[in-house]
């Protein structure tokens, strides 16, 4: 039995100042430790566009996950560290690993290292890199490029010289994570013994993917399956969903070619993970969808519905409190950590609790 | 005394290479310690060298026992726990890397520290072998690093650094119009480069950047120096006034006299002299060793007569506190700081720090 485990999941593209949404970033995940939440989880966009090209939308958000989780770090003690996530294609392998490696170090093995096959042609023009358009290609590339990632944290030789990695990262290769959109991607994440992360951007359903990564996951390996959920809690449905009409009306326009037939508003917030009303209606809603039975960690997004901190923080207390313990979560005791601490909260009864898996 | 050549207060900073064998993680979390403690103590400022790699075994003339490769990552930590500290790059090797992804690293640390970065670039001379090893997506779209010619070397930093400031300004990156997000501003106003020449220090300032001098130079540093403060003028003819910013790596041992010092600190001496032999001012006693590698050492007034006596002395704008090579612990390194910014550094002509930062730019 899996102890399911919740995070906190931001993609911090709330609108404002990008220092203060970062800040507030900051507060809201060192509050989610001292609830107990397991994990905190950060998405990565580069760029922004203030003119030019319609239809070219880089709204902000976090280019550089490690350095954002350097200071997380620095406030926190032990909840677990993650990049939601680090496109390969647009990076340098050894460099991943030299972040990856030294963040790690400073926060006493706390990463959760997510990368992916990403990278949009737009973004790879502006960094200089020329993405090969045919797939098989690309994912070859995403490969070697992973096999590198995994070669250099494991300590061996760096592309074959006598030089190798810097700060040493024990058991960092075995907390890989990948990005996983179709049921392929699943089974190949299952097969090398990573986690997958689903649930935002999917081209199928996230069942689909999360099925496949738990029949192709080797005897004996433990299963890690973060599933991002969208939540925002309120006085009943209809509420929560007027006040999520916008978020939910740009987020389907953007990915309707793929997403599944939505028509009304109800229906479109569905087909994009999206789940409201009061704490109990929103763990109807969470237990009901499809890819929950598969999950070994939710991973809370707040963002939807609201542009305000108080309201933000708030949810991320509803999921601690009410939501998550009616998906069966209980929290962990932390770890007796050695100076850094300072979180004050009861603590619940270590039991494992379980979802399906 | 030599005579200062600017009008500039002195300031202080804390300068660290990190480059010590040992638990990684326990030398970053001691350092860590040190250098909020040198806040404490009003130090202005901080710089970590940065380090690719390592060659496990005996000899590390070449490669290093350990150190820090990821610079931001460390000071963003430090961001959370500091407040007024600036957090300098001293330096990140711009051949080895995309130039956009150090600014959108930069870009955040600034973010998240309310605009205490101090981003400290250098060309790395010794790169060649290691831009094999960074060749990758992220260092596509830039000329090839580790050509044979210095001049080629020194085209493609160039372009580099220009793509960095070009972010950092918020150009438009693409046919696109993609920007630098988060947006840094005044960050490219803070751009240092670390250099070893008379050539290197005439172009630093002539870009209008902070010059970052070593104390084992290929050439003396008030020789790079005063090529940067004229390097400085013309910067100025063209675009207008421009305080110079030039920080002096100062190597210390504090003991209850010279012999003391000399003493116990003659392993660190010795090891550090045998590695520069080759463009060291040559040496044959410890103490002319000592002098060689720009070490300072004995009572307080000793040292802040030696640092005095610099020929490069005049040109400094900040003195990057280094302590280490010769030390048994992190406390004696955080006493010898301490006594350095109690006793040393006001008869060097150091005021403290300013009153603090507005609370508003703190991260917490």
Same mark, same amino acid.
């Given at each position: 039995?899996?102890?399911?485990?919740?995070?906190?999941?931001?993609?911090?593209?709330?609108?404002?100042?990008?220092?203060?949404?970062?800040?507030?970033?900051?507060?809201?995940?060192?509050?989610?430790?001292?609830?107990?939440?397991?994990?905190?989880?950060?998405?990565?966009?580069?760029?922004?566009?203030?003119?030019?090209?319609?239809?070219?939308?880089?709204?902000?958000?976090?280019?550089?996950?490690?350095?954002?989780?350097?200071?997380?770090?620095?406030?926190?003690?032990?909840?677990?560290?993650?990049?939601?996530?680090?496109?390969?294609?647009?990076?340098?392998?050894?460099?991943?690993?030299?972040?990856?490696?030294?963040?790690?170090?400073?926060?006493?093995?706390?990463?959760?290292?997510?990368?992916?096959?990403?990278?949009?042609?737009?973004?790879?023009?502006?960094?200089?890199?020329?993405?090969?358009?045919?797939?098989?290609?690309?994912?070859?590339?995403?490969?070697?490029?992973?096999?590198?990632?995994?070669?250099?944290?494991?300590?061996?030789?760096?592309?074959?010289?006598?030089?190798?990695?810097?700060?040493?990262?024990?058991?960092?290769?075995?907390?890989?994570?990948?990005?996983?959109?179709?049921?392929?991607?699943?089974?190949?994440?299952?097969?090398?013994?990573?986690?997958?992360?689903?649930?935002?951007?999917?081209?199928?359903?996230?069942?689909?993917?999360?099925?496949?990564?738990?029949?192709?996951?080797?005897?004996?390996?433990?299963?890690?399956?973060?599933?991002?959920?969208?939540?925002?809690?309120?006085?009943?449905?209809?509420?929560?969903?007027?006040?999520?009409?916008?978020?939910?009306?740009?987020?389907?326009?953007?990915?309707?070619?793929?997403?599944?037939?939505?028509?009304?508003?109800?229906?479109?917030?569905?087909?994009?993970?999206?789940?409201?009303?009061?704490?109990?209606?929103?763990?109807?809603?969470?237990?009901?969808?499809?890819?929950?039975?598969?999950?070994?960690?939710?991973?809370?997004?707040?963002?939807?519905?609201?542009?305000?901190?108080?309201?933000?923080?708030?949810?991320?207390?509803?999921?601690?409190?009410?939501?998550?313990?009616?998906?069966?979560?209980?929290?962990?005791?932390?770890?007796?950590?050695?100076?850094?601490?300072?979180?004050?909260?009861?603590?619940?009864?270590?039991?494992?609790?379980?979802?399906?898996? | 005394?030599?005579?200062?050549?600017?009008?500039?207060?002195?300031?202080?900073?804390?300068?660290?290479?990190?480059?010590?064998?040992?638990?990684?993680?326990?030398?970053?979390?001691?350092?860590? =310690? @040190?250098?909020?403690? %040198?806040?404490? /103590?009003?130090?202005?400022? $901080?710089?970590?060298?940065?380090?690719? &790699?390592?060659? *496990?075994?005996?000899?590390?003339?070449?490669?290093?026992?350990?150190?820090?490769?990821?610079?931001?990552?460390?000071?963003?930590?430090?961001?959370?726990?500091?407040?007024?500290?600036?957090?300098?790059?001293?330096?990140?090797?711009?051949?080895?890397?995309?130039?956009?992804?150090?600014?959108?690293?930069?870009?955040?640390?600034?973010?998240?520290?309310?605009?205490?970065?101090?981003?400290?670039?250098?060309?790395?001379?010794?790169?060649?072998?290691?831009?094999?090893?960074?060749?990758?997506?992220?260092?596509?779209?830039?000329?090839?690093?580790?050509?044979?010619?210095?001049?080629?070397?020194?085209?493609?930093?160039?372009? =580099? @650094?220009?793509?960095? %400031?070009?972010? /950092?300004?918020?150009?438009? $990156?693409?046919?696109?119009?993609?920007? &630098?997000?988060? *947006?840094?501003?005044?960050?490219?106003?803070?751009?240092?480069?670390?250099?070893?020449?008379?050539?290197?220090?005439?172009?630093?300032?002539?870009?209008?950047?902070?010059?970052?001098?070593?104390?084992?130079?290929?050439?003396?540093?008030?020789?790079?120096?005063?090529?940067?403060?004229?390097?400085?003028?013309?910067?100025?003819?063209?675009?207008?006034?421009?305080?110079?910013?030039?920080?002096?790596?100062?190597?210390?041992?504090?003991?209850?006299?010279?012999?003391?010092?000399?003493?116990?600190?003659?392993?660190?001496?010795?090891?550090?002299?045998?590695?520069?032999?080759?463009?060291?001012?040559?040496?044959?006693?410890?103490?002319?060793?000592?002098?060689?590698?720009? /070490?300072?050492?004995?009572?307080?007034?000793?040292?802040?007569?030696?640092?005095?006596?610099?020929?490069?002395?005049?040109?400094?704008?900040?003195?990057?506190?280094?302590?280490?090579?010769?030390?048994?612990?992190?406390?004696?390194?955080?006493?010898?700081?301490?006594?350095?910014?109690?006793?040393?550094?006001?008869?060097?002509?150091?005021?403290?720090?300013?009153?603090?930062?507005?609370?508003?730019?703190?991260?917490?």
């Amino acid at each position: 039995m899996t102890r399911l485990r919740i995070a906190i999941h931001s993609d911090l593209r709330e609108r404002g100042e990008q220092a203060a949404v970062y800040r507030e970033t900051l507060d809201l995940f060192t509050r989610a430790e001292e609830l107990g939440f397991d994990g905190a989880w950060v998405r990565s966009y580069k760029f922004r566009r203030t003119s030019g090209t319609p239809g070219f939308s880089f709204p902000g958000g976090l280019p550089s996950p490690f350095p954002f989780l350097g200071a997380l770090a620095a406030r926190t003690s032990h909840i677990r560290l993650g990049t939601a996530v680090v496109p390969l294609p647009l990076e340098n392998a050894v460099r991943v690993a030299e972040d990856a490696a030294v963040l790690d170090a400073l926060s006493e093995g706390r990463l959760e290292l997510g990368v992916s096959n990403g990278g949009q042609p737009a973004i790879a023009a502006a960094l200089g890199i020329g993405l090969d358009p045919d797939p098989a290609a690309k994912k070859a590339g995403y490969l070697r490029s992973l096999g590198t990632l995994v070669s250099v944290l494991d300590g061996h030789p760096v592309n074959g010289t006598d030089q190798e990695l810097n700060p040493p990262a024990p058991g960092l290769s075995a907390r890989i994570w990948e990005s996983a959109l179709t049921r392929q991607t699943g089974q190949d994440s299952a097969v090398r013994g990573n986690g997958v992360l689903i649930g935002t951007t999917q081209t199928v359903p996230a069942e689909v993917t999360a099925a496949a990564y738990h029949a192709s996951l080797p005897d004996g390996a433990r299963p890690r399956v973060g599933l991002v959920v969208h939540v925002h809690p309120a006085a009943n449905r209809r509420a929560g969903l007027a006040a999520l009409e916008a978020d939910v009306e740009t987020v389907y326009a953007w990915g309707r070619d793929w997403l599944p037939a939505a028509r009304t508003l109800a229906e479109k917030a569905a087909a994009i993970n999206v789940h409201y009303g009061t704490p109990e209606q929103i763990a109807e809603s969470i237990r009901a969808f499809p890819a929950f039975p598969y999950t070994t960690e939710l991973q809370f997004s707040v963002a939807y519905g609201t542009t305000s901190y108080a309201r933000r923080l708030a949810a991320v207390e509803a999921v601690a409190a009410e939501i998550a313990p009616a998906l069966g979560w209980k929290p962990q005791p932390p770890p007796a950590a050695p100076g850094t601490g300072g979180t004050l909260r009861a603590v619940a009864a270590a039991t494992d609790g379980s979802s399906l898996s | 005394m030599t005579v200062r050549e600017h009008d500039e207060p002195l300031t202080l900073a804390a300068y660290a290479i990190l480059n010590e064998p040992g638990d990684q993680a326990r030398n970053y979390h001691d350092a860590l =310690g @040190l250098f909020a403690r %040198a806040e404490r /103590l009003g130090v202005e400022g $901080l710089w970590v060298r940065q380090f690719h &790699l390592r060659r *496990p075994g005996p000899d590390t003339q070449s490669a290093p026992a350990g150190g820090l490769p990821s610079p931001f990552v460390f000071l963003a930590w430090l961001a959370a726990r500091t407040s007024r500290l600036r957090l300098g790059t001293g330096a990140v090797t711009l051949p080895l890397e995309s130039p956009l992804r150090v600014a959108e690293d930069a870009a955040v640390l600034d973010a998240l520290s309310g605009g205490r970065v101090e981003l400290g670039v250098a060309n790395g001379g010794s790169a060649p072998d290691l831009a094999e090893l960074f060749r990758g997506p992220a260092s596509a779209g830039r000329p090839a690093a580790g050509t044979d010619a210095a001049a080629d070397r020194r085209e493609a930093y160039q372009a =580099g @650094l220009t793509r960095l %400031a070009d972010a /950092l300004d918020g150009a438009r $990156l693409s046919a696109a119009g993609a920007q &630098l997000n988060p *947006p840094s501003p005044g960050l490219a106003d803070r751009i240092w480069e670390a250099t070893l020449t008379d050539q290197s220090g005439y172009d630093t300032g002539a870009r209008g950047h902070g010059v970052l001098i070593g104390t084992t130079q290929t050439v003396p540093a008030e020789v790079t120096a005063r090529a940067y403060y004229r390097g400085l003028d013309r910067y100025r003819a063209e675009h207008g006034p421009r305080p110079p910013r030039v920080g002096l790596a100062t190597l210390i041992y504090p003991a209850k006299d010279r012999e003391t010092a000399l003493r116990e600190a003659r392993a660190g001496i010795e090891e550090k002299y045998e590695w520069g032999r080759s463009f060291l001012p040559p040496a044959t006693t410890l103490a002319e060793k000592a002098a060689s590698i720009g /070490l300072h050492y004995g009572t307080a007034e000793q040292i802040a007569e030696s640092i005095r006596a610099q020929p490069w002395f005049g040109y400094a704008t900040q003195l990057m506190v280094q302590t280490e090579l010769f030390y048994a612990s992190y406390a004696h390194r955080a006493e010898a700081l301490e006594e350095f910014t109690r006793e040393v550094a006001p008869a060097l002509g150091w005021r403290g720090a300013p009153a603090a930062a507005s609370p508003a730019s703190e991260v917490r």
